[in-house]
């Protein structure tokens, strides 16, 4: 298996500013972690829960840091709070969502947290942007990805 120096995370808003509201988000995780790169920013519907406002969505790599997936999950979810999130409605609007799609090319399976994430293999906007970064040469070659989606993702223009 070929290693993977880098950690993926996607980051979703569709309520606020949406733009600001990812761009908060990319500039408060890299105070944490070093950007490697960034995807385009794109605009798809909601899945699940169907009820709600369009996303915007983008997937951020950075260098894998020197904490545990766990510890980076907890720091997610203070900077998602610091940002506004409200986890009244389960999959439903919000002002930032931030998962860990990748840890290196490293499984997890805790009560907490699911690493490569469970779903992102289903969702073209999670593909799509993830597709645009450096490490995703890495990423094919461990693991199968689709580009035919029940749900449609386009960038912004």
């Known amino acids: 298996m070929t290693l993977s120096n880098s950690i993926f995370l996607s980051t979703g808003t569709n309520l606020g500013n949406l733009k600001s509201n990812l761009e908060k988000a990319k ?10 790169a ?4 794109y605009k798809s519907r909601a899945v699940d829960y169907l009820l709600q406002p369009d996303f915007y969505n983008q997937v951020l790599e950075f260098q894998l840091p020197r904490t ?8 997610i979810l203070k900077i998602e709070s610091e ?3 409200n986890r009244t409605i389960p999959k439903g609007p919000r002002v930032i969502d931030i998962d860990i799609l990748f840890w290196g090319l490293e499984n997890y399976s805790t009560q907490n947290l699911i690493v490569p994430h469970p ?3 289903e969702r073209s906007f ?3 942007p993830l597709s645009e970064l450096p490490g ?3 990423l094919k070659k461990n693991f199968e990805f689709k580009f035919h989606f029940d749900n449609e993702a386009n960038p912004l223009s």
Do not use: D, N, T, W
Request: hydrophobic share 55%.
């Open 68 to 75: 545990s997936a766990e510890e980076a999950m907890s720091l």
């Open 136 to 138: 995703f040469s890495i």
């Open 119 to 121: 779903r992102l293999f």
């Open 38 to 41: 960034e995807s385009r920013i």
């Open 126 to 128: 999670v593909v799509y």
């Open 83 to 85: 940002i506004g999130r």
């Open 27 to 36: 500039f408060l995780l890299q105070k944490h972690f070093i950007l490697i």
